[in-house]
């Protein structure tokens, strides 16, 4: 399994755009890239998911070049309510997930 | 839908107990369940794969005697925490997977079980 490095900690204001980059030089050709959301005391929540290039949803956008050793989540104009733990993980066929540490965003008025 | 449901939601036990919990795909038939474990202020780290009908496996160093796992319908996993301690303390949460038409790989969470043993 490809092992994830993201920033420990973000800090960003309302209204802001953020990014959070992810790096898996490991990852495998059948390997797809997910993300989730963690507030605490709950589970951790699916955002967005993909393979290659750009993937986008209600809530994200996920951008994979082209050797998807990395990927970036963009969070267009953040509220409060998205200070949680993010966290980028490389499924593979197996389909477990290891967390890594995850990136504590803190998002301020 | 895709609601995963854990219960309880947080128990209290004496040192020595044991203690069960329950992780239930509401609307969906999920083949394979996974139980993490969760620290404060740390990562989520995964224990074990559950497959239905199947025993479980245990990622290494997680004890199978003291975290028996049963998987016996599409829609039911259990924990069970044996002989609990105080260091077995923490949020327990589990996932589940659709092997048919939910998007490839998503995992659906449960809501975490918070266990404190006293």
């Known amino acids: 399994l490809a092992k994830t490095t993201q920033p420990i900690s973000m800090d960003s204001y309302e209204g802001q755009e953020v990014n959070i980059t992810c790096s898996h030089n490991?990852?495998?050709?059948?390997?797809?890239i997910t993300w989730y959301q963690q507030f605490p005391s709950q589970g951790p929540r699916f955002i967005i998911q993909?393979?290659?290039t750009k993937v986008t949803n209600e809530v994200a956008s996920l951008f994979i070049p082209a050797d998807r050793k990395s990927s970036t989540l963009s969070l267009p104009r953040v509220s409060l309510s998205d200070t949680a733990v993010y966290y980028c993980l490389v499924e593979g066929s197996s389909y477990k997930l290891i967390f890594g540490s995850g990136t504590r965003l803190l998002v301020r008025p | 839908g895709a609601v995963v449901s854990q219960h309880p939601s947080w128990v209290i036990c004496k040192s020595g107990t044991s203690v069960k919990i329950e992780c239930r795909s509401l609307?969906?038939?999920?083949?394979?369940m996974f139980w993490y474990r969760q620290f404060p202020k740390q990562s989520l780290m995964l224990m074990a794969t559950?497959?239905?009908?199947?025993?479980?496996?245990?990622e290494q160093g997680v004890e199978k005697d003291k975290f028996l796992i049963n998987h016996a319908s599409l829609t039911l996993s259990t924990l069970t925490v044996t002989s609990a301690h105080p260091e077995d303390s923490s949020f327990y949460i589990c996932?589940?997977?659709?092997?048919?038409?939910?998007?490839?790989?998503?995992?659906?969470f449960g809501p975490g079980t918070r266990l404190t043993v006293l």
């Open positions: 993909g393979y290659k």
């Open positions: 490991n990852i495998a050709t059948n390997d797809y």
């Open positions: 996932s589940a997977r659709s092997g048919g038409s939910l998007s490839y790989n998503e995992q659906f």
């Open positions: 559950s497959n239905e009908g199947s025993k479980a496996t245990y």
């Open positions: 609307d969906f038939q999920a083949t394979t």
